[in-house]
């Protein structure tokens, strides 16, 4: 069966360290690979968008890796901040109309 | 820029009664829109895939006559529920594409749906 999988439902990490976000997956293929954050409550919001033949693309403080042979990205949040605090979703793109989202990773980070 | 707006944010509404939920794409023209479901701890679930002038494709399990959508110009959608009952209170949540982008969505707020 298809999976998406988020592999930690919470991440607790202190102020300044670098946060690490899985995202798995299984029987899917696909084209492209997005990263949202979605605060309580609120509608996600898109950070970074990663295609199928592109190994890693950097926006300021984050980072996504995404390796089609693992079948796993990574999402990485450098120097982190209080303010990052927030559920981050990983979506696959298997066409251009349709994504299908994990569960996504609390993400809490202490002053 | 790439505002999306929905509406209302919250209702409330009597088992057996229909709720409209609008989603407007402020700044930009939306060829494509998208509606999704999200319970409380779960990742978001499309529902239906919303093309302007068009009638919209939904996910299998996705009633179309429960879950009415229109796409009725480039800048709003509305998802109407019919015939709400308690199970279909939810998180609802719209999107948008930009035209020209690859498949980067803007999503509105969400609208929670509390159906008593």
């Known amino acids: 069966s298809q999976k998406i999988e988020q592999n930690s439902e919470a991440l607790n990490i202190q102020e300044g360290k670098t946060a690490t976000l899985t995202c798995n997956y299984t029987n899917y293929s696909p084209a492209y690979l997005q990263w949202y954050r979605q605060d309580p409550g609120r509608g996600p919001v898109f950070l970074l968008l990663?295609?199928?033949?592109?190994k890693e693309k950097r926006k300021e403080r984050l980072k996504v890796t995404f390796d089609t042979t693992l079948k796993q990205s990574l999402f990485h949040i450098t120097a982190s901040q209080p303010a990052d605090s927030a559920t981050y979703l990983c979506?696959?793109?298997?066409?251009?109309?349709?994504?299908?989202f994990g569960a996504g990773t609390r993400l809490t980070v202490k002053p | 820029g790439a505002v999306v707006s929905q509406h209302p944010s919250w209702v409330i509404c009597k088992s057996g009664t229909s709720v409209k939920i609008e989603c407007r794409s402020l700044d930009f023209q939306a060829t494509t829109m998208f509606w999704y479901r999200q319970f409380p701890k779960q990742s978001l679930m499309l529902m239906a895939t919303?093309?302007?002038?068009?009638?919209?494709?939904?996910e299998q399990g996705v009633e179309k006559d429960k879950f009415l959508i229109n796409h009725a110009s480039l800048t709003l959608s509305t998802l109407t529920v019919t015939s709400a009952h308690p199970e279909d209170s939810s998180f609802y949540i719209c999107?948008?594409?930009?035209?020209?982008?690859?498949?980067?969505?803007?999503f509105g707020p969400g609208t929670r749906l509390t159906v008593l």
């Open positions: 999107s948008a594409r930009v035209r020209s982008s690859y498949n980067e969505q803007f």
């Open positions: 979506a696959l793109g298997v066409t251009r109309n349709d994504m299908r």
């Open positions: 990663i295609r199928e033949n592109e």
């Open positions: 919303s093309n302007e002038g068009s009638k919209a494709t939904y």
